[in-house]
């Protein structure tokens, strides 16, 4: 059974720094895997959807990298801003058509 | 640029009673979703729907819940006889293609008292 982990749990840091985001699984045999933002209350926003034969991709700030063979992926995110503050999902496919979801990472930069 | 939309935003409703949770996909998409979220806890898949029929759901979704596209642009999720667990966050979501970027809906917060 596939298992998705993020770490941190959460952190904050100082606006204009750079950061990075983990996420596991345990599971290799993935699909895509699409990284999240959720604001308090709110929906899910798409962030980046990583195809399983790609190993990167960017998307303004957000660089998102996957490494299938050892299960893991990276947001980093490049200049950190208070309006980035939010709770970060990392979700994989797997062999059947749904999202599994991680934890998330609840960010916090602070003006 | 195209969304996901829910209706109602927030609904509160007695035990036992049902309720009907509305979802208008994107457009062009071909596949529906919905997830649920319990306060504090990960966002779980409830099920997956294309071509008029249920393709996958998971253990939470029981004889208790049902999902229809009632026409060209709605797609429902209802619980027949809501319990004090069923309270969470509904997401409905929406795909072009199996495996593809999700578009998620702004969710609709249900409270069973």
């Known amino acids: 059974k596939q298992e998705v982990t993020q770490i941190p749990a959460a952190l904050s840091v100082p606006e204009g720094e750079n950061l990075v985001l983990n996420c596991s699984f345990t599971?290799?045999?993935?699909?895509?895997l699409q990284w999240f933002r959720q604001d308090p209350g709110k929906g899910l926003t798409s962030l980046l959807l990583?195809?399983?034969?790609?190993r990167e991709q960017t998307s303004g700030r957000l660089n998102a990298s996957l490494d299938k063979s050892s299960g893991r992926s990276t947001l980093y995110i490049a200049a950190s801003q208070p309006g980035d503050s939010a709770t970060y999902l990392c979700a994989v496919y797997g062999a059947t058509n749904k999202l599994i979801f991680g934890t998330g990472t609840l960010l916090a930069v602070q003006p | 640029e195209p969304e996901v939309t829910q209706t109602p935003s927030h609904q509160v409703t007695q035990m036992g009673q049902e309720v009907i949770l509305r979802c208008v996909p994107i457009?062009?998409?071909?596949?529906f979703y919905w997830y649920r979220q319990i306060l504090g806890q990960k966002v779980e898949f409830l099920v997956s729907f294309y071509n008029n029929e249920i393709s996958e759901k998971s253990e939470i979704f029981d004889d208790q819940f049902s999902v229809e596209r009632p026409d060209g642009s709605n797609f429902t999720l209802k619980i027949r006889s809501t319990k004090l667990e069923d309270s969470a966050m509904y997401f409905c979501?929406?795909?072009?293609?199996?495996?593809?970027?999700?578009?998620f809906g702004q969710g609709t917060r249900l409270t069973v008292v």
């Open positions: 979501a929406s795909t072009r293609d199996p495996n593809t970027e999700a578009f």
């Open positions: 599971d290799s045999a993935i699909y895509n």
């Open positions: 457009s062009n998409h071909l596949y």
């Open positions: 990583i195809q399983s034969s790609q």
